[in-house]
């Protein structure tokens, strides 16, 4: 396994995701939508784009985790091998989410 391939596609997803994270400010989106402008389907909108802003940003908040946490792996040497039974986690899957930390068979237990 090529390890350095994965940590290049690892600091290349925490860039665009922290460049993504000022591209629009939750607290802009938030003020915003906070006037009372517009009829009852226009806040409605502005609530739910607020909502979806929210949840993308602690989407991104957790995959940041788990970048950090798989780059931490690379370092110690235990990358691309499954948290749960420590077989190695397959390279379509690594190639799919290196930031992964179980095998497809672990993952689909936890379902």
Request: proline content about 3%; glycine content about 8%.
């Amino acid at each position: 396994m090529d390890v350095e391939t994965y940590r290049t596609a690892l600091l290349q997803k925490r860039g665009e995701l922290l460049g993504a994270s000022t591209a629009k400010p939750l607290q802009w989106t938030v003020e915003s939508n906070s006037g009372r402008q517009g009829d009852m389907a226009d806040q409605a909108s502005g609530n739910n784009e607020v909502h979806i802003q929210l949840k993308l940003k602690q989407t991104d908040a957790k995959i940041l985790q788990a970048i950090e946490e798989a780059l931490r792996r690379i370092e110690e040497g235990t990358y691309g091998i499954c948290r749960d039974c420590g077989e190695p986690v397959a390279a379509a899957r690594l190639n799919a989410i290196p930031w992964t930390r179980v095998c497809i068979v672990c993952k689909e237990k936890q379902a």
